[in-house]
């Protein structure tokens, strides 16, 4: 579905935001849906306080810790069961490390793979909403939308925003070409290192400051990365292409 199609063709009773694996970004068109819904469910993997500041501005919003959410999300529960407008709900990260005995569960969310993921397994629906942060391995960027019912039915949308992602992030990069790419990230994490903020590095290099966080983002969520291991999973060598 995209992103600015009506997101339903009926006025649900409740409407409930499932994402995960933001990796430090909330994206304006997320933010927008994220506004129609009451709860915001969030799998993990958000990298920052910021970012869940930022959620708990739009709606109440239950938690899972993800592998990458770290000294900062020590108070984040690894795993959480809720019940929300009657539905039962059991919410882990990694799905390999769910409870074994889901009994009980209507609803099992999880995320970590990035991968959109919906199916019923004994009675119980399973779903992964994949990413909807920075795009990665040319995986889709999706999240989900939940709506309730009063009499209890229910169901689940899946929201596809690639194309509208691929618009933003695919935009010309300032003050970068394909001969200096990967000096240009060199050059950013030599600068973090000492501890200068984003809008300072990207003032000194002349760069945009949104690729100026996406390198910090990588760097800090894959210890020992190099700098072409950076650029390869930003993607960003594909863009010049394109111009």
Known sequence: ?????????????HRIAVLSDTHGLLRPEIR??????????????INSQKILDE??????VYVVRGNNDKEWAAGLDVEITITL??????????????????????LFVYGHSHKYEEKTVDGVQYLNPGSCGPRR??????????????????????????????NRDNRPL????????????????????????????????GVDNEFVEQVCRIYVTHPGVSAQGIVDKMEVSALFDRK
């Open 1 to 13: 579905m995209a992103a600015n199609e009506n997101l339903c063709t009926h006025k649900a009773a």
């Open 32 to 45: 927008e849906i994220l506004k129609t819904c009451e709860v915001i469910l969030h799998g993990g993997d």
């Open 55 to 60: 959620l708990k501005e739009l709606a109440p």
């Open 85 to 106: 407008f009657g539905v039962r709900i059991y919410m882990v990260h990694n799905k390999k490390h769910r409870k074994a005995d889901l009994s009980g569960t209507d």
């Open 137 to 166: 391995f040319r995986q889709p960027v999706t999240m989900a939308v939940m709506e309730i019912e009063e009499t209890g039915e229910w169901q689940i949308q899946k929201i596809d925003l690639t194309e509208s992602a691929e």
């Open 174 to 205: 300032q003050g970068i070409h394909e001969g200096n790419l990967k000096s240009v990230v060199e050059t950013i994490v030599k600068e973090m290192r000492t501890g200068r903020r984003v809008e300072q590095i990207a003032k000194k290099l």
